[in-house]
Structures are given as C-alpha cells and as structure tokens.
C-alpha cells in the first residue's frame, strides 16, 4: 500500500516526449532562413541541428505553480544549432509545447556572448564519417605495407580509433590526436602504438590536414615521412603479434549456482507514474538530460520538500602518458553527452530482475529522437544490515531494529571506454545519497620507454595510465522553503579546569559552529582542510530549538586538481571544490557546459565565476555543487575491466536536526521485543 | 558446489570449547596456593578467575604446521586472575589442552612488568554488587526526600546508573563518577542531573567513599552538604516531571507490507564447518575473542594466503560535556570485553533470514562457559549493483558484466548505550572489507547551563554530547610470504613540454612510488597528509613485472585525536595514526589491552611503543593497524537510536598488481551477450 498520491505536476520536470522532439524539430526545419539539416550526414559546413532537450522552466515559476496553486510553467524546449554555414553556435529555447510557435536565441543570455565558436562544438556522427574517410585516404591507404607488417591490417582486419581530448593547446583549435587499437573487445586496453595528430578545423574536410604522426614512440610531421623512415629503417620497428584476447567479457566459465536474488513477498512498495516516483514516505520527480545525466526534482519526505534538485553535473578525467594523445588528455564527458549514453540496463547484472525500468527518449546527434528501452531501474533494495537496532540487557531487556531497506534511482552511462553507474539513494531516515562508481575499460597506451612515470603495465605492451576520475553534482537543497544559509560544524579541544580539583586541567571536546557568509567564503577548497559538519539550514528550529538542517557528507578519494595555471582548468574550476556554495540563478543552471570540451580554454562556461561575484549567502536560496571521485592508478586487476568496488564516490544528504527524532521510528519495518 | 575443503587446521584459531573452558577453570582451582575463586560475588579482596581465553599460538609455528607439515602448536589458555588479596593482576598460560597439566605466569613477558596494578582491573558484576550496594546505602538511602521530590524515586520507582571512565586522574586513581538517569528504555538518553563521585580504590568496600555530588549543575562534597543545600533552599531543585518514552523502539505502526527479501533459489554458496568458512575461491578460519572481539585467520582465496590476522582491536571514544563524569569520558571497550557483548543477532534485522547463524562460548567474569547462540552471521548478500561491465556499442557490440554478490562475516556487539556492527566482506574480487557501523543509543546529559557549547539538545532537558569514535582494526596481510615491504603510491603534477611543440608546457599526472623503510616513517598520522595508495607488496612479481601487492583504503570520518598532552593519550596511542606499520612479533599481538581503561595513564600497553624502536620494515612480517571512525555531533534525528547509514568507517583490502587479471572474469556469475 503507497503513502501519498502521484502528482502529475512532477510533468514540468518531465523530459520532452517522443512527439514534442518531433514537434520541436518539424518547427526548426520551418524556419527556412536558418536552413538547417537534421541529416546524420549534414557536413561541418552545414546547419545541424545537434540537439533537443527540455528547457527547464524558472525555479520561481515552478515553485509558485507547485506550492501556491501559480499557473503552470510554458513548457519549452532548448535546441543546439551548429551553424556550420556561418560558423558559429546558437541556442534557441523553442516554445510553446506542444504545437511550438516561436523560438529564441538564447546564446546571449546563457553564455554572455552572442555565439560560440563553432570549433567548441561536439564531433558529430557526420564529423566522424568524414573523419574515418580522411584516415582511409590520407593515412592507411598511404601505409599499407607498415600496417600489414606491424598491425596485421589489410582488407579484411582493421585498426579502431579512440580520439583524446582537448583537441589542441589553444582557444580555436581542432587537432586532434587519434590513438589506433586492435579492433578487438575492449579495444581501449589494446593500444598498438600508432597514434595521428589531424587538423580538422577547417569546416571543409578537404582541408584537413595531418599534423603531426607517432608511432613506437617517435614522431614524424607527416606520414610520408614516417613511410620513409620505415622503409629505410630508420625506426624501430614494431612487429605484428598474435595478442589473446584479454579484453573479452565473455563467461570462462559455466554458470553453477545462481546467487542471492532480491524478491518482494509482499509486492513492491514503491510506485512509478509518468516520472513521478512514490516510495514509504517519499516522493520525487525525474528527468534524464541527454548532457548531464540523470537528476531528480521536487524531493519530498512526509510531504515536506528537500531537495529542489538533485543532478548529476560532469565527470572529468585527466590523464598522464608520455604518448601524445593522453598525455594532455581531459575527457569532460557532458560536453559529449553523460545522459546520451544511458543505455539499457541488464536484468539481474546492473539492476535486480525485479526492479521497475523505465524507457527514455532523446534527441541528440540524430535523425530523429531515439528510444532508450528500460534505461532507468528503481528499485527498493534490501541492504543487508540493520539500519538500526539495540539490544538491551542492562536494567532493561528488550531488542528493537529494523532494517535497512532504501529505494535506488540508477543509470548507468557508457561513455566510450568507461561506465559509470549512477545511483540517487533514499533511505527511511529521511537520507538522500548520491553516488557514481566506474566500471567498463581504463584507457591506455602503447607501452613505450618512459611510459612507467605514469602508470603500470597491465598487458603486453600496454600501459594502463595515471588518471583523475572527478565527479560533479549539483544540490539544490530547499531546507523549509527556499531561504537558507550554509553552517559549518567541527570540534575543537579546549583546555578546561576540572570542577572538582580545579588544579588540574584537561582537554574536552567542544563543538564549534560557523555560518559563512559569502559565497568566497563557502568555496571549500579539496586542498585545504574544512570543517568536519556541512550544512544547509534554515532559520526555522526544531523542536529543541536548533535550526533545521541537512548536512552534506562527501565521500571522496580523489586526486591532485589540474593547477590553475593550466589554462585548460577554467573548464573545470568546479572541481577545486569539495562543496562549494553559490546563491541560485536559473542561469546559472550547470556547473560545466556542452561546450567546455572542445573549448577548454575559452569554456562557455567557467564555474569559479559563479563565486567570482562573491554574493552573500544567508538567508538566500542556496545551491551546493559537491564533488566527489578517485585517483586512478590503474593496475593488472583493472583488466579486463575496472570493478565498483572501491572505485567510486559520493555524498550523502542527511537530516541533521532537521526533525524532533528520527523519522524511522515510524517505520511499519520496525521490530521490537522484550522478554516474557 | 563448493570449491576446496574444509580444513580442520583451522581450529588452531578456535576459540576454547566449552569443555576446554571447563578444564581451565578447574586446573586452575586446583593451584591451592592461588586460592582463586570463580564465584560471581567473589569481592575485590579475593582473587577472581576473570577471563578464560584462547591464547593464539605463535605465529611461525602456526606457519610451519599449515604450510610445512610441522607439528601443531600446543593449545593454551590465557586465563587472567585479579589477585586481590595480593593486590595485583596477572596474566597465566595454561596448557596443554585438553586436559591442562601446567601453568605459567606471562605477565612480565606479555606487560615488562611482575604485575599489573589491581586498581586496572575492569569491575566485575562482584564489585557492580558491592557499588549498588554502596549507592543504596551511602547515597540513596540518604537522599529519600530529594530523589522522590526531583526524580519520583520510591520503593516501586528507581533510577538506573551508568558510570564513565576513566575513573579518576592519575594511575592508581579508582574514581567513578556515576550518572543516574530514569529506568526507562534507553535510559542513556533519560539523564536526570544527578552524578556521584565514589572512590572505590580500596579493596575493602567498606572503605569505599563518595567524594562529590554534582546536581542540577552545582558540586557537593558530600551527600550530607547536598542534603543540607536541597532543605535549605540553597540549591536550584529539579522538580519532577514525567516524561515521554521517547527512548523506546516499540514498533509505532502495524506491518504492512514486508519490504525485500533475499533468497538462495539454488541453496547457499557458502559453508561453514567448525571455524573454517568456505565460499566461492574464500577460505578461512575464524574466531571471537571475549576481549577485542572477531576475528578471522588464514584468509586464502584461490589457495593462496592473503591475509594471516584481521581482527577488530579496539573502540574508543572521548566525550565533551559540563557535566562531572562524562566531561572526561573516554571508553576504551575492549577493556569491557567487545567480543563479550556479541549476542544473539535476529533473523532478518540484524542479518539476513536465509543467514548462516553461529554459536560462540565465552568464559569472562562468570562462574562458568556461556553459550552466546547466533551471534556470528555469515551469508552471501547481493549488493544490488554490477561488480563490473561494459556495454559497448564503439565498433564492437556487446554487453559483459556481473552482479555483486560477496560474503558477510558479521557480529554485533551491544556495550552499554552503543552498539557496534562488525562486518568482514568477502568480495569476487579477491578483496575484502573491515567495516563498523554505530547504532544504538548515544550517551548523553542532563541540560545545564553551558551544555551547549558540547552538543545539541536532542530532547527534554537532554544535550547529545559531542564524541569521537575511533576504531583500530589488525591487518596481518602476509603478501605472497610474510617478506614484505610497505610501499606508497600517488600522482604528482609535473610540468613538462610537449613533444610536437616544445616551446608548450604543460603539467601532466605522474606517479610517484615510495618505499618506506622503517616503523616510524611507516606511522602515517591522522592529521598530515599521506600518499593516496598504501601498499604492502611482495618482492614477487605478477606477470607484468610489477611487485603484487594488496592495498589498504580506509574509510573515514575521524573527529581530532585526543592531544598528546594529555597523560590518558598513551592508552589510546594507536588512533594517532590512519595506518601504522609495524614488524609483527608475537607478543604484540594487541594494540590495547584488557587493562588500558582503568590505568590509561599507565597503561599495559601503549601502542606507540611497538613503533618507538624505528625498526627496519623492509623485506619484514609486517602488520597494518587501521584506524577509522567518525566525529559523531549528535542531533534529534539520534533519538531513539543512531542509524547506521552514513556513521562508519572501514579499510578496504584490495589485490593491486597481485594478479595478473582481475579475478572475478573466472566467476561462473559472469554474463555476456553479443548480438546474433
Ligand atoms: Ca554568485
Ligand atoms: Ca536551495
Ligand atoms: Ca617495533
Ligand atoms: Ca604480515
Ligand atoms: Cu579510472
Ligand atoms: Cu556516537
């Protein structure tokens, strides 16, 4: 039996249905003096019309609608044009749905500048074929004898590609360096060594030039003179070699004995309607960005909003190597598409068979929108310990507990070589955790001399590399509406004479407490150590008269942050803080942006400016941008694929006087007995 | 289908046996000159048989008999007598069992002293006699009018008492101050105002004598002075008040609808037989020492040892208050007995229904063995998430991965307010888990003027104090041999140029490997920043030709450390460092001890000593000690119990370059598709 109701005003969260993708397209190709294509195979040069998301509506709008009866939010539609045609940029928000009418640019308003350089914009498929033809032509067919010889490619056997990022060293740059794998499983763990640097800046692919070649550890301008040093033999050769297949998945052995499996005796106890979710005492709405990923909205227990938001933001990587490709490699996966990549989930391997699954649609680097069958699992798993419990046998004899049982929102993105599992987690205490673990292929590179400054060797010939993993979410906390301020809680030992033998003194134990008052202030950077107790309160108190609140609890292994020297790090300045505080703005929607990838230098969006204004932040709507991840030091059990355990991150929300007692104890899960 | 077999060499790990305990007790009452008693009521001037407990062989000879045919170490007892008519403590060794012949007095070799004050001795359900007795008449008797008047206590009505510790300020000090709180479940959380400070330092307890009286925030030095104060109007009076039963964990709602299940539809995966577990490649042996609580030895996965000893060694906690007893609190448990409060776990609260349940004997501070039923757990838990996989749609298709299912070691120990739950987990991956969580009552205080400044107020007239908790764990990873060395890994930025355009710097991640070379550079504080990896690797390589080695990532929320300053710190000196390594001896076989609690400033052991001698640690036997924990400000949402989410803390133990591969690609849980 379900507490609460759905709410169908969970839709103004909801992502675009299939048919106002369409809607919104057929509205784009109307609009003939922009002349844009929606063909996979549009050329840089042309109009694409890269992608079609929801536009969220203004936080304002939303809240009056929900809490004061306030007329519902227009629903709109964000569209990203690449205007090859004049090479730039634009974003328009599109509106009304269903049946859109209109439509603006909303470039200005969102980046401060009129449009994006059309170098910041993603590769697209259509890139990519041309890209794949440019390499037939211009680099393979040119080095067949090296190929045959070294790699075993001829007709029938091929090399795969897998492109590093940032393209270039500078603002404007398209050069990238293209790594080449054996095309086997897990092709990201089979680097041979060869490695091609292409100017594809230029709009027109005829004009694309190879820069720069590398292969077996030396570089060449261009790949007629790597052909000449290797047929006069002025380059170490590499000599093709059968390799195992180290990077296959595939069962070695024969199933035996299935595990333990999860079941409801009882049915399921939570509820999926539209993208509003009921569960025990709470309720949330959903949403799948095809950029950042998955998030929720409107968090609610026992009918009191939490969270406004919830969203996964970007996952950053910063790689070391001494081969050119990863040596500068920065992967910010949303300027790719973090949501894009949620893929159908495994009954049984990335959710329990009897979870509850949820298709997703998108439009992004498409014809058309796209169906995404079963690519959400929630369900209400059994976490195999008490989540609370005593027993009693002095003066007293009794025993009460119950178990821990909490509902798991999950995604699970494949990002090329990676796949992080995302998971929003509710637990009956009133807790909300979120948490990203990776799995899938490290990246790696053709071992070379030098290459163990960065890492360790994991097959033969191949070196898995030193990396960053940083995981960014974004909490927009409403504690008791939207009004908060941001507390610091720690200890600190004090020297105190002792009441009854007053001579003698002694360290105890006292609690201090701070409230932060700017948003420089709330900046608390990973290198610098911060309070214990991060918190979101209210003014308004709990029973015992403390201020309501809701403590953030980072977990966190990770590395070093890029320097800030480094002029690629203005792309990803969020990751210099562990919690960092802003007052919220509907512009101020995402912490990394589709553009910041292929523009890290110039980043359309550079989150320290967020905090730059250094506004004040009590008793105002406060948002908590929280980052989370892991050194990365990969080792021989990473092949053939990183395992979760241990490999992840995350933050827990929790109520921190935030009600009279612990809400649990309501809980119709709770056991107690006593003697006799 | 279980892989390998049971072995009964493990039970040279194995905890006494009921009748072996039998045995010990009566060789022991044999020694007419020992003149030892094992009655309950034996009082602090007799001598008192404490503690029967396993005396763990000595390790080379445990080696020898598993891996060299040698001949099975003898089995002995350790039995501790409190030789109060001589005024001190020792520690024997009683052997051979069965069927013991011999003692000997280890206390020198074990503590470098004769003996050991007997004022360190834990209090004995005899001396809690005696103490009850005492209060009844020196204080409760005397105070008829006041404690009927402030807490309604009458012939039907009395308060219950919890003491805090350490008892006094210096060593040889036997100081309790003893807090009085409403007889009411979870009375920790029912403090009432009224403390007494009785000296029971003397062997004769009628020469036991109340030294001060702390009510409703003022100091007496005697009951008669409060007495007098209270009629005269001198004193602020507590008027009494009942109060709700807000520590109560009766259920407050009817079931409705059970929550998930685990189940094994094709039988478990595991199997236990005496001390020895099998699961999947696992095997060990285990066992549950009265004093520091569970262990497991042995540790082998796929036949090969990894770990010698993991066991829980101590919890600690240091409390801040105004008030008298618990403003210098600092509980070490396993001078209580941790393993000691291991009770019953229930069936589908504390573990799993479909849970392996075991049973335990203990001989302490009882006049005979108990049988402690179920109170070991073991079962496989499916951790609802992937372990690994990868769905690939980049020039290959497929999907591989499997689910996470590990097995759980677990027991709960219930020691006064607080309970601890123990895990060991045992993953696929050849990596395994040292896990607390907290739940159960937290102490707390009556509400004074200035109480605040510790804690919140959690109810009425009730601050939650702050506390720290902090827990050491024994990690005797033995690493392909006990020869191993410690080693640290972690990136550093390094600033270099780059190759096809040299005149462009740039930083770039590299790795940076230490090996440490002694114990005292080996002590990695709590509070200095330490390398992100920690190693302890084998010379041996694995195929890649790096050193197989297991890596320790502890999990941890630490509040600050008691300073060094304070003379009670050397009681606890082991929580100065997340990770401290140190050569393995025998005879350092704990870093607390039974009698660290009541001599803290003196105490048996002090773990920092085991590391003052700098030893070489290169190519040695060494030893992890784990400190983890967390800082516990305690809120509203503490009332009635402390949940376990988000308050623990732990080491992961996991293979880095110790295989070749990861492991778990040989599970038979592996799943795979292609299409086709
Ligand atoms: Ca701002
Ligand atoms: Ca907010
Ligand atoms: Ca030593
Ligand atoms: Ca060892
Ligand atoms: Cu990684
Ligand atoms: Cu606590």
Chains 1, 2 share one sequence.
Request: a neutral charge; aromatic letters at 12%; hydrophobic letters at 35%.
């Amino acid at each position: 039996p379900l507490r609460g109701k759905h709410d169908e005003r969970s839709l103004v969260f909801a992502d675009l249905t299939q048919d106002e993708y369409v809607q919104v397209q057929q509205y784009m190709l109307k609009q003939k003096d922009l002349n844009i294509s929606t063909s996979q195979v549009t050329k840089p040069c042309e109009n694409f019309l890269f992608l079609i998301d929801l536009s969220l509506p203004k936080k304002a709008e939303v809240l009056a609608y929900l809490d004061k009866n306030g007329k519902k939010p227009a629903r709109e539609a964000t569209v990203v044009v690449f205007h090859g045609s004049k090479g730039y940029i634009k974003e328009y928000v599109v509106s009304p749905l269903p049946n859109p009418t209109k439509h603006r640019d909303v470039t200005k308003e969102r980046y401060k500048k009129d449009q994006l350089p059309i170098t910041a914009r993603t590769v697209t498929i259509g890139e990519y074929a041309l890209l794949f033809k440019f390499f037939e032509t211009e680099v393979m067919s040119k080095l067949e004898k090296l190929l045959k010889e070294s790699f075993d490619v001829d007709q029938q056997k091929t090399l795969d590609m897998f492109e590093q990022m940032p393209r270039g060293l500078q603002s404007g740059d398209r050069k990238t360096w293209v790594s080449f794998f054996r095309n086997k499983s897990g092709l990201y763990i089979h680097p041979v060594g060869f490695e091609v640097l292409v100017n594809h800046k230029s709009l027109n692919a005829s004009e694309w030039k190879v820069e720069g070649v590398y292969y077996n550890g030396k570089y060449f301008d261009s790949v007629e003179q790597l052909q000449h040093a290797y047929n006069n033999g002025s380059v170490n050769k590499i000599i093709y070699k059968e390799s195992p297949d180290y990077g296959s998945l595939k069962a070695k052995n024969k199933p035996l004995q299935i595990g333990p499996q999860l079941f409801y005796a009882d049915g399921k106890r939570h509820s999926v309607s539209k993208n509003h979710v009921l569960y025990l005492d709470w309720s949330f709405a959903f949403g799948l960005s095809s950029l950042t990923g998955m998030r929720v909205f409107d968090v609610q227990f026992k009918g009191e909003r939490i969270i406004y938001e919830l969203s996964v933001q970007e996952a950053m990587s910063v790689y070391g190597s001494v081969t050119p490709g990863m040596m500068l490699t920065k992967f910010l996966d949303s300027s790719i598409g973090i949501g894009r990549f949620a893929h159908e989930l495994v009954r049984g391997v990335d959710c329990p068979y009897e979870a509850t699954f949820v298709d997703t649609y998108r439009y992004i680097d498409a014809p058309a929108p796209l169906r995404f069958r079963n690519s959400i699992c929630i369900f209400e798993h059994n976490m195999g310990q008490p989540l609370r419990r005593h027993f009693a046998d002095f003066f007293q004899n009794s025993y009460g507990g119950m178990v821990n049982t909490a509902l798991v929102f999950r995604t699970i993105t494949a990002i090329g070589n990676y796949d992080y599992m995302w998971d929003f987690i509710f637990y009956q205490t009133g807790s909300v955790e979120a948490k990203v673990h990776a799995t899938g292929y490290i990246s790696s590179s053709y071992l070379v001399h030098g290459a163990l400054k960065h890492g360790h060797q994991v097959a033969d010939k191949v070196l898995g590399n030193i990396h960053t993993h940083f995981i960014n979410f974004k909490v927009d906390l409403d504690v008791q509406g939207v009004k908060n301020v941001f507390q610091t809680k720690d200890m600190q030992f004090v020297n105190v004479s002792v009441p009854w033998k007053p001579d003698h003194y002694a360290m105890i134990p006292h609690l201090v407490e701070t409230q932060l008052k700017t948003e420089k202030e709330a900046a608390l950077r990973y290198n610098v150590k911060t309070a214990r107790y991060l918190h979101i309160a209210s003014n308004k108190t709990n029973r015992w008269g403390h201020q309501r609140s809701y403590r953030l609890q980072v977990y966190s292994f990770t590395g070093d942050h890029l320097p800030e020297s480094e002029s690629e790090e203005k792309a990803m300045s969020w990751a210099r803080y562990k919690v960092a505080i802003t007052k919220h703005k509907d512009l101020e929607q995402t912490s990394s942006s589709l553009y910041s990838q292929n523009d890290m230098w110039d980043p359309a969006v550079d989150f320290s400016k967020y905090i730059e204004d250094n506004e004040n932040i009590e008793h105002e709507d406060l948002v908590a941008w929280v980052t989370a991840g892991f050194l990365h030091i990969p080792h021989a059990e990473d092949i053939p694929n990183t395992v979760t355990v241990g490999n992840g991150g995350g933050v827990l929300l929790r109520p921190h006087n935030y009600f009279d007692e612990d809400p649990s104890i309501h809980s119709a899960d709770a056991v107690y007995f006593s003697p006799g």
